[in-house]
């Protein structure tokens, strides 16, 4: 009895891993970015791509925002030609994913300069992994604000592909934050 009590409390528990995977899929439910944080969840490829597969037929149709399958939380946002997920644990606050899905979305919207469609997602395809690195590190919400994710990731859509100097750049600005973080 006790065991079982004990299970009850470890699934209330608050906890900052919040996301447990973010992916994006185009109108035919193929994946253009995918990335899982929880390795116990869906550990090989043909587990996450079943299971987006699954969330495609359940949301491409449906006009709501959220869902719930396979004892995930998932909410999502279409745009022209793409589908933008992202999944939480069943008794994850909806808000907080939704933040940070309004979070990537915006992100994208100005990077890509209010062009959200494949082709240029697919484009920019590092910036757009840059994005999610900012927002959410290990399932962990990192940012929701859309401007400060643009400052950090300091790419547009029509700058070159990263050099010496803005990967030098993202370093030094990491080395600063951890120092700030390690002063405070």
């Known amino acids: 009895m006790n065991e079982g ?3 009850l409390n470890d699934m209330r528990e608050p906890s900052l891993y919040t996301v447990k995977a973010v992916f994006i899929l185009d109108n035919d ?6 990335k899982y ?5 869906y550990p090989s490829m043909k587990e996450q791509k079943n299971f987006e597969n699954n969330v495609f037929n359940k949301t491409h149709k449906a006009d709501n ?13 279409s745009s022209i030609d793409l ?5 939480g644990s069943p008794q994850e606050n909806e808000l907080m994913l939704m933040a940070v899905l309004n979070c990537l979305f915006e992100s994208l919207s100005q990077m890509l300069r209010k062009n959200v ?4 997602l697919l484009d920019n395809l ?8 900012e927002i959410i590190d290990g399932g962990v919400i990192l940012e929701s604000d859309p401007q ?4 950090k990731v300091n790419y547009r859509a029509d700058d070159s592909p990263l050099s010496e100097q803005s990967v030098a750049q993202v370093l030094q600005s990491a080395k600063e934050q951890i120092k700030w973080s390690i002063l405070k």
């Not at 439910?29 to 995918?34: E, K, V």
């Not at 590092?126 to 690195?133: A, P």
Request: no cysteine; aromatic share 14%; charged share 25%.
């Open 126 to 133: 590092d910036g757009v992994f840059l994005v999610v690195d």
């Open 83 to 87: 589908f933008f997920y992202v999944v």
């Open 65 to 77: 925002e959220i869902a719930f399958l396979e004892g995930m939380t998932i909410v999502y946002k």
């Open 148 to 151: 400060q994710v643009i400052e």
């Open 117 to 120: 469609e494949k082709r240029t």
């Open 5 to 7: 009590l004990m299970g």
């Open 29 to 34: 439910g193929n994946r253009l970015l995918s």
């Open 37 to 41: 944080y929880d390795p116990e969840l």
